[in-house]
């Protein structure tokens, strides 16, 4: 099982480009981390996302994720690449295995000397690819999977109804659905944790609620991605009673699945 959390964008560290966007799609809207904002090509063929030169600045990533695509209607080729220097030339770092619309996410042996990143999408005659958004970077991996017994996620219908005096039903409004995650790990090494939850936790994702990719097994489902943030009122605590390890994680978390 491989439990992922994935919320620093290493694409939001460096200015942008495509090759072509239609009007209204511009291409920083996949950085915002909303479902209702796309890029959009402005024709078919062979596009280019691509990142400007990291300098000095750290691009280390072996996690990528991306939502609110067409691909799989548009019959498109998704590649991710990275651009080595001194090597000077584009190197394959992933293929996405595209079979529906909607998210996709991808594992990779971690990278630490792409000077740039692209992502290439190819499209024939008529099909124009778009998408929400893109998060690169290195997820943080968890050790080994949620304590037992454990759902992946929890839906509520959110409904209101109204009955009569006498009983009978009159009618119902639902107002669609809540999603919510409960995940709880026991026993983390005090060394990972550390390392991986502190820095999600402070400043941006956990304790701001700044939205983060949750993907329950990308073993298992690569197509199983979520959107979430903390619930309101998370309590982000650490327990420990052995030297060099936490007692507990407990994660309460809501969101979409994309």
Request: charged share 20%.
């Given at each position: ?69 067409n691909f799989y209607s548009v019959d498109a080729t998704v590649t991710l690449?990275?651009y080595v220097s001194p090597v000077n030339d584009w190197e394959e770092v ?74 009978n039903l009159l009618g119902v409004v639902n107002r669609g659905y809540e ?80």
């Amino acid at each position: 099982m491989d439990t992922r959390f994935l919320f620093e964008n290493v694409l939001e560290n460096v200015t942008l480009t495509a090759t072509d966007t239609a009007t209204g799609y511009n291409v920083n809207n996949i950085l915002d981390r909303r479902n209702y904002t796309k890029w959009r090509a402005n024709t078919y063929g062979t596009k280019y996302i691509t990142t400007a030169d990291y300098g000095s600045l750290n691009s280390i990533a072996n996690t990528v994720a991306i939502f609110g695509h067409n691909f799989y209607s548009v019959d498109a080729t998704v590649t991710l690449e990275k651009y080595v220097s001194p090597v000077n030339d584009w190197e394959e770092v992933y293929v996405f295995p595209i079979t529906k619309d909607g998210a996709i996410a991808g594992k990779f042996t971690t990278v630490n000397n792409a000077k740039q990143w692209r992502l290439k999408i190819v499209t024939t005659s008529g099909n124009i690819p778009e998408f929400s958004c893109m998060l690169l970077g290195q997820a943080a991996v968890f050790p080994f999977p949620p304590d037992s017994p454990h759902t992946d996620f929890i839906q509520t219908g959110l409904n209101e109804s109204a009955e009569s005096k006498t009983g009978n039903l009159l009618g119902v409004v639902n107002r669609g659905y809540e999603t919510t995650f409960s995940l709880k790990f026991s026993f983390l090494s005090r060394t990972w944790v550390d390392a991986w939850l502190l820095n999600w936790w402070y400043p941006y994702y956990g304790r701001a609620g700044k939205p983060f990719i949750y993907i329950p097994d990308l073993d298992y489902d690569d197509e199983e991605v979520y959107l979430v943030k903390c619930a309101d009122n998370y309590q982000f605590q650490l327990p420990k009673s052995l030297l060099s390890y936490y007692d507990s994680v407990q994660f309460d978390l809501q969101g979409i699945r994309l």
